[in-house]
């Protein structure tokens, strides 16, 4: 069995609305929503687990009486960070699950393709990330001034989801800092001395951080482009 833990416990202070992010509409549906249409339509998912915030836990109860996930196993409550909202994810899967992929519930672009290719990687390596290239030039910032060009062609952004095997996620989060600074689960999985996959994703795969994100993915939906 696979699994994949939907984050969406933010609070949206970064998007400068009342509303969390993953509750505005996008193309007539919140964004949640196709978030997790995106992982019922893959076949290498068997069951979800949603983090939420506790204070939108009837606005979440409202959203899954609209719209069917024949694949939601249960919605727990988030915790202070990131990081304390994936455990409390992880602790809610069902035991007789393999791979666990984390995903962003801000990332409602993500193609199902991307996922399946991410999940199977973790199947055969233990540990996978999906993610994409680095187009800008990159500069090294020392004070105010530029101290140097890093070299972007061994670059690339963590994309979500990130999969790995459970018991090996589990370990990492041991003993693990649960703070601001843990921003994925390859960084604790990093700190294990263990080989990461890097699965290269459609670079459209982006997080709805700010309120252009919202016009830009709306754009691309009606685009056809993911």
Known sequence: MNTAVIVAAGSGTRFRSDKPKQYLELAGKPVIVHTLERFEACEAIDSIVVVMAEEHESEFAAITAKYSFAKLHRAVTGGRTRAESVKNGLGAVDEATEIVAVHDGARPLVIPEDIERTVKSAVENGAACLVGPVTDTIKKIEGDQIAGTI????????????????????????????????????????????????????????????????????????????
């Not at 062609?153 to 999969?163: G, K, N």
């Not at 703070?179 to 890097?198: M, P």
């Open 151 to 226: 070299d972007r062609r061994d670059l690339r952004r963590a994309l979500t989801p990130q999969a790995f095997r459970l018991g090996l996620l589990l370990k990492a989060f041991e003993n693990a800092p649960t703070d601001e600074a843990v921003s994925d689960e390859c960084y604790l999985v990093e700190r294990l001395g263990e080989r990461i996959s890097a699965i290269s994703g459609n670079p459209y795969n982006l997080k709805i951080t700010h309120k252009a994100d919202l016009i830009f993915a709306e754009a691309l939906l009606k685009a056809g482009v993911v």
